[in-house]
Structures are given as C-alpha cells and as structure tokens.
C-alpha cells in the first residue's frame, strides 16, 4: 500500500515537468529542438546575461544563507546568552510576515543604501526570507552533535571559531547542504522578487526573461518556448536534488531529532 501511494504521489508531482519536458521538444512537424533554439535567439527569450544572473543571484544567496545561518545557529544551539530565545523567537517570526507585502518597503530601503536594481540588493532580500528557516535548521543540527566532540576539540588547544570550522561544521555537514539546496531552489526559482526590485532588462534573472517572452507576432504568448524555458531551468535543480538527495534526507533527520 506503501508503495503504491508513493508511487502514485511520484506520477503526481512528475507528470507536469514530464509533460513540460514533451511539450518542449514537440514541434509542428515532429520532434526536434527548435523551441530550444527560438528559446535562446529570440530578441525576448533567454541570453547568456539572464543566465548569469541566476547563477550570480542563487551562488550569493546560497553563500550568504550559509554564512549567517552556519554562525547564527552555532550561536543558538552552542551558547548561552541574555535574550537568546527571544531573540530566536524574533528570527522565526519573520516567516508570519508574507514577504510580498513588504517587497516595495525594501525596494525603498536598498534605494537608501544605493543596492537598488541591483544582483546584490535581490540577493540580500532572498537570504533575509531564507534566514528564519535556515537558523532553525542548523541551530537543531548543531543541538544534535554531541557535545563531547566540541569539547575534545578545545582540549586539544583549538579556539572556539577553530572548533567550528574543523570539528562542528564537518559533523553538520548534512544540514548545510539541506539549507543550501532550499536556498539554492529558492533563489533559482524567485519569480515575484526580482519582478519588483529588478527595473533593468539586463539585471532580468531567468524567470524574468521567460515570463516576458512574447512572440512579435500581436503579443501572442509562445507557449513550446516557455517550455523549452521551463524545461531548461528546471534541469539543473533536479540535478542538484539527485546528486545530494541523501545529505538532502539527513539534514532533515538531523533537525527532526533534536526539534
């Protein structure tokens, strides 16, 4: 019974990408690779600039989603101090907040700080949405690590930020990777974000650029290039997904232990 409702579950989530990924080699005369190509050659459709600035919006915003959630939840799962759940409590509460509602408050404050219609300004806006998610993830990964480990590690003369990154960053390991998979399909995958904070067609990420696809012909919406588009940015998550499905479950087990 298990496995037929896994099974069914499985057809479920996959028939859409399958059939996005039919549709997207399916032309008027057969099968071939011509959407692919209108895809990358249409005047509105995805150039190398676009593809770049996925790569360089999801690279900053896994690195800095990894960065202050790796030292936020050592803090919270390692020491002890005033106003420690409290202020836990606060980083979780952001996720009550819907972030959409906030959008052109912060599309007004990265103008303040001059990172507006900027890779860098979208890239802090999606790490602070992952954050709260992110910190409770390593501070539980962190909480399951035996203490004895960390300890054994200050005896041998290490530091506390040396015990860190040689012992306690190597023990969670599944965690970061989970953290950085979700920060990664996130960013990839952000339409409404960059629709508000990003006005340059050159700073457009892919999604931007697949959306804003159009055929010159009365506006119509080319629907095998969207698909080709669909197909082509979903490639690289499911490689992803694959590769580090394993660390994926871990981190999880990880973060349900000690949750």
Same mark, same amino acid.
């Given at each position: 019974m298990r496995r037929l409702t896994g099974a069914a579950l499985a057809i479920l989530f996959l028939f859409p990408l399958a059939w996005s990924a039919?549709?997207?080699?399916?032309?008027?005369?057969?099968? *071939? #690779?011509e959407n692919y190509a209108r895809l990358f050659t249409s005047d509105n459709g995805i150039h190398f600039q676009h593809v770049f600035n996925s790569v360089a919006v999801s690279a900053l915003t896994v690195g800095g989603t990894l960065l202050v959630s790796g030292l936020g939840?050592?803090?919270?799962?390692?020491?002890?101090?005033?106003g420690k759940n409290a202020l836990f409590l606060l980083t979780l509460a952001i996720l009550m907040v819907p972030y959409a509602t906030i959008l052109i408050a912060l599309y007004?404050?990265?103008?303040?700080? *001059? #990172?507006q219609d900027s890779i860098i300004g979208l890239s802090l806006v999606l790490i602070m949405f992952q954050l709260p998610f992110s910190v409770f993830m390593m501070r539980n990964s962190f909480e399951a690590v035996p203490k004895e480990l960390e300890?054994?590690?200050?005896?041998?003369?290490?530091?506390?930020?040396q015990a860190l990154v040689r012992v306690m960053l190597p023990a969670v390991k599944p965690g970061l990777i989970t953290v950085g998979l979700f920060a990664f399909l996130t960013s990839w995958s952000e339409f409404f974000a960059p629709l508000i904070l990003l006005n340059s067609t050159d700073k457009f990420t892919m999604m931007l650029a697949v959306v804003n696809m159009r055929t010159a012909t009365f506006g119509a919406i080319d629907y095998a290039a969207l698909e080709a588009g669909v197909?082509?940015?979903?490639?690289?998550?499911?490689?992803?997904?694959?590769?580090?499905?394993?660390s994926y479950v871990r981190g999880f087990m990880s973060g349900a232990l000690r949750g």
């Amino acid at each position: 019974m298990r496995r037929l409702t896994g099974a069914a579950l499985a057809i479920l989530f996959l028939f859409p990408l399958a059939w996005s990924a039919f549709a997207s080699v399916r032309t008027k005369s057969g099968f *071939g #690779l011509e959407n692919y190509a209108r895809l990358f050659t249409s005047d509105n459709g995805i150039h190398f600039q676009h593809v770049f600035n996925s790569v360089a919006v999801s690279a900053l915003t896994v690195g800095g989603t990894l960065l202050v959630s790796g030292l936020g939840g050592y803090a919270f799962g390692r020491f002890d101090f005033p106003g420690k759940n409290a202020l836990f409590l606060l980083t979780l509460a952001i996720l009550m907040v819907p972030y959409a509602t906030i959008l052109i408050a912060l599309y007004v404050l990265l103008g303040w700080i *001059g #990172l507006q219609d900027s890779i860098i300004g979208l890239s802090l806006v999606l790490i602070m949405f992952q954050l709260p998610f992110s910190v409770f993830m390593m501070r539980n990964s962190f909480e399951a690590v035996p203490k004895e480990l960390e300890e054994a590690a200050l005896l041998d003369g290490c530091g506390t930020f040396q015990a860190l990154v040689r012992v306690m960053l190597p023990a969670v390991k599944p965690g970061l990777i989970t953290v950085g998979l979700f920060a990664f399909l996130t960013s990839w995958s952000e339409f409404f974000a960059p629709l508000i904070l990003l006005n340059s067609t050159d700073k457009f990420t892919m999604m931007l650029a697949v959306v804003n696809m159009r055929t010159a012909t009365f506006g119509a919406i080319d629907y095998a290039a969207l698909e080709a588009g669909v197909t082509f940015m979903a490639v690289p998550c499911l490689v992803l997904f694959l590769i580090l499905q394993r660390s994926y479950v871990r981190g999880f087990m990880s973060g349900a232990l000690r949750g």
